[in-house]
């Protein structure tokens, strides 16, 4: 139990040579992506080839072993899932992918004994064909600037130890001894971070809110809910670099005067409900959190809280009522939750993402923060990059990169040279952009001027064959679907919203409809009470704005541009795959099939209702739309 | 019987002190023990906290989470989020609906063997389109063909 700075930095001493003592570390990813590909496999099996190598090894940083040990740790997401497992090996940071568990011994024998390398695992460069040692020399990552990821995949998440090895409680403990609460609420300031959970606020600011009201007992909450489809790096950040969110929550516990905080974590995320929950523990137990930390006089308790599945408890005032029990139901602002929040204190609300930038800019300083990113939006921004681009995954870029340069560097494209259509970004609040927003700089300000937002960071890249007004209806579907009820304009605007959707890609609407549908967004957007309702229009807008021919196309000729409405395809029989059979026919509501046993039979496209029984049922995949 | 029933939800109740603002937490923990929530539960819930069943009932059907009928032994969740949307989770969802036979609404077997639901976003959208089975069990880059060698290996294991 740390009961002092010098007992931390005794500790931090003692952890570094434990780290410097390394002959080798190997890393295994055990996010949730490599765990799916069986990367908890490939983990045993490291574990009992080295040490049928008789290879002094070790499973955590301070285990005491003779000689130069061999280090074997999971670690959290590297970001490039779609490639794992992937397994890292220091020093060189060697970057081995795909790797299955009959690939382990060949890793132990050739690279772990005789520091060879093990050419087929390693990525190939698909321009030059050049086979890359490090994950530094991929295009994926060549782009890419990490701060909030910047232990996620070299670090072991389940280890309080390696955390600190690599500078981790520096940061508050700086604050604690060397800085006054106003002095780090100023330093965030300059930093000019703004809130990563959507709306971009300026977090120092919203910490001043705080500091300067009065309150024996205020509150720091977490938001790990991420309810956003599409989005997974706070997830990778709770799974990959717990500390670091803990940390961060108690530099802003700090900041504002606050001795407890809660971590509100969606229940789908039950790795990273697991780490936290073992995180918390383990600084409790080394005294990094509970009464009187290291002796400085600051307290700072945190509790871990699974939601329940509701989209709509990630709005603050949803949240604090989900905490306290209850539905998680938005209510009027203000009282600001800085004023009131929970059980009535003052309460600062910050993103997973927000908070994990902080030990950074402690230790940096909000200069060295500023220099990243661009005049408004200073730092760097995760992105959840995913639909189809050629290279899925979770990158950190500074903000004010092109869009062109995410999906076309570092994303690599289109898969299957596709051609690219359009990119929803920032969720169900967000908006699609086109080829012509391809070099707008990805900014808050830029992407607000365009129709979108950044939100909570979802990027998902459209080809060719997506229909714009079905990914408009999908997004309606979601929001209609998580509305908390509570108002008119969201409740029953977004339901008659996506009835008009619906409509339309049914072939059922008509062009006044989509006036009704602009309006009935505009109202939901003035009229609503939360974020949820205010955002939920943007995906039509926008799709409105820069797909309006798609729309056209629905409406006037019945047509589906990208040949995805179902509705508004037609049915037709492969005159060589029929056998006449005649199951079609006989199931045919519409009477629309004729044709002669044992011949092939044909549809009467002007009597078919395109109810698709026929297809279901025919047992020789004869039918087919266009 | 029936008391031996309700000690451990009294036990779940105590190891929270009765403490409503879990309420969530508790009923997590109780429809872990049940599969769901079943109604006598609900009310014993509310009887033994001092709170009104209508609070109890308002929280249990607000959270996607809970559930008022029983699931299936085998909870099968097919990611519906943009990501999984855009890459083809349509026809896996269409796949094993109608390999299980479930129609309209319907989300579990008669046998209450299985359960299919569609959730928005797992978090592994790099993997898209994902399934998972029972909360740990990720299935990335799935087909139709794929869900259903996944559900055939449940119903051969539930067969012997
Ligand atoms: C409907 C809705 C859902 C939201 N979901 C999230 C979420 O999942 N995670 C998050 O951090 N913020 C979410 N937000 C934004 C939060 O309410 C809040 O602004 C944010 O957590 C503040 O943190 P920041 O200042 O670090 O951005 C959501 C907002 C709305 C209106
Ligand atoms: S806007 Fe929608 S989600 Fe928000 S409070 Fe109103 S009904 Fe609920
Ligand atoms: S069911 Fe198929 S094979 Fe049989 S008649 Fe119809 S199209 Fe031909
Ligand atoms: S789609 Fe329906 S109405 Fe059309 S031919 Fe097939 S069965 Fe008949
Ligand atoms: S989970 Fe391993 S790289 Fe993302
Ligand atoms: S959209 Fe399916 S996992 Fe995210």
């Known amino acids: ?626 | 019987m029936q008391q031996r029933k309700f000690q451990r939800l009294q036990n779940i109740i105590d190891g929270h002190e009765g403490n409503v603002s879990h309420l969530i937490a508790i009923l997590q923990e109780v429809q872990e023990e049940y599969r769901y929530l079943p109604e006598e539960v609900l009310t014993y819930i509310a009887t033994a906290m001092g709170i009104p069943p209508a609070t109890v009932y308002g929280v249990a059907t607000f959270y996607a989470q809970f559930s008022m009928i029983p699931k299936g032994k085998y909870v099968i969740k097919v990611c519906d989020g943009t990501a999984c949307h855009v890459r083809g989770s349509e026809p896996i969802n269409f796949a094993l609906r109608k390999e299980l036979k479930l129609t309209g609404g319907e989300q579990t077997t008669k046998d209450l063997q299985f359960t299919v639901e569609t959730v928005s976003c797992l978090g592994a959208c790099g993997l898209a389109p994902v399934v998972v089975v029972n909360e740990n069990e990720v299935h990335g880059q799935m087909t139709p063909a794929g869900v259903l060698e996944v559900l055939k290996k449940f119903q051969v294991q539930e067969e012997n």
């Open chain 1, 1 to 626: 139990m740390l009961k002092s700075m010098d007992d931390f930095l005794n500790l931090y001493k003692q952890s570094q040579e434990a780290l410097g003592r390394e002959k080798m570390r190997i890393l295994i990813c055990a996010g949730t992506g490599c765990v799916a590909n069986g990367s908890l496999d490939v983990y045993d099996e490291f574990l009992s080839r080295v040490k049928e190598q008789n290879l002094p090894v070790k499973v955590h940083l301070m285990e005491e072993v003779d000689d130069e040990p061999h280090a074997l740790n999971i670690s959290g997401c590297h970001g490039f899932c779609e490639m794992g497992p992937l397994v890292r090996i220091e020093p060189g940071g060697v970057f081995y992918h795909h790797v299955k568990k009959d690939d382990v011994k060949e890793i132990v024998d050739k690279h772990i004994l005789n520091n060879q390398l093990v050419e087929r695992l390693l990525y190939t460069h698909p321009v030059t064909g050049q086979t890359v040692a490090t994950q530094d020399e991929i295009p994926f990552y060549q782009k890419q600037t990490r701060v909030a990821l910047e232990h996620c995949g070299r670090i072991n998440p389940d280890d309080l130890n390696d955390y600190i090895a690599h500078g981790g409680y520096q940061a508050i403990t700086r604050a604690l001894f060397n800085m006054t609460p106003e002095k780090v609420v100023e330093e965030v300031l300059d930093s000019g971070l703004r809130g990563r959970g959507g709306g971009g606020f300026p977090t120092g600011k919203k910490w001043q809110f705080a500091a300067s009201t009065q309150g024996a007992k205020k509150y720091i909450i977490c938001n790990g809910d991420e309810g956003d489809p599409g989005a997974f790096m706070d997830r990778s950040v709770m799974e990959g670099d717990p500390h670091r969110v803990l940390e961060g929550m108690m530099i802003a516990g700090f900041a504002i005067g606050a001795d407890e905080g809660y971590v509100y974590v969606r229940a789908e995320y039950p790795l990273a409900v697991k780490r936290l929950k073992r995180a918390v523990a383990e600084a409790a137990r080394t005294g990094l959190l509970g009464d009187n930390i290291l002796n400085s006089g600051f307290s700072f308790k945190v509790n871990i809280k699974e939601g329940a599945g509701a989209f709509v408890c990630g709005e603050e005032t949803a949240l604090i009522a989900s905490i306290e029990g209850e539905r998680g139901m938005p209510r009027p602002r203000p009282p600001f939750p800085a004023n009131k929040g929970l059980w009535n204190c003052p309460t600062i609300i910050n993103n997973v993402e927000t908070l994990a930038n902080l030990p950074s800019i402690i230790l940096k300083g909000g200069k060295w923060f500023k220099g990243f990113g661009t005049e408004g939006s200073p730092g760097t921004k995760t992105f959840a990059l995913a639909g189809q681009v050629a290279h899925t995954g979770l990158v950190e870029i500074p903000m004010g990169i092109s869009l062109r340069e995410i999906v076309f560097d570092i994303g690599g494209g289109l898969r299957e040279n596709k051609k690219f259509k359009a990119v929803q970004i920032g969720g169900p609040s967000g908006g699609c952009l086109t080829e012509n927003h391809l070099d707008l700089s990805l900014d808050y300000d830029e992407l607000r001027k365009a129709g979108a937002m950044i939100g909570s960071g979802g990027l998902v890249v459209m080809g060719e064959d997506t229909c714009m007004v079905e990914v408009a209806k999908f997004f309606m579907g979601f929001v209609q679907n998580e509305s908390c009820g509570k108002c008119v304009p969201c409740r029953e605007g977004t339901k008659r919203m996506l009835e008009i959707l619906t409509a339309i890609t049914e072939g059922r609407a008509g062009e006044e409809d989509l006036l009704l549908l602009e309006e009935l967004a505009l109202a939901v957007q003035d009229g609503s009470l939360c974020g949820l309702g205010k955002t939920a229009p943007n995906p039509v807008l926008t799709t409105l704005k820069y797909f309006k021919d798609e729309y056209i196309a629905h409406i006037r000729d019945k047509k589906c541009p990208a040949g995805v409405c179902k509705a508004l395809l037609d049915y037709h029989i492969d005159q060589d795959k029929c056998k006449g059979c005649g199951l079609c026919a006989k199931v045919c509501p519409a009477e629309a099939i004729t044709g002669n046993k044992k011949e092939p039979h044909v549809i009467d496209v002007a009597k078919c209702l395109k109810c698709g029984t026929c297809m279901e049922k025919c047992k020789f995949d004869a039918i087919y739309t266009a």
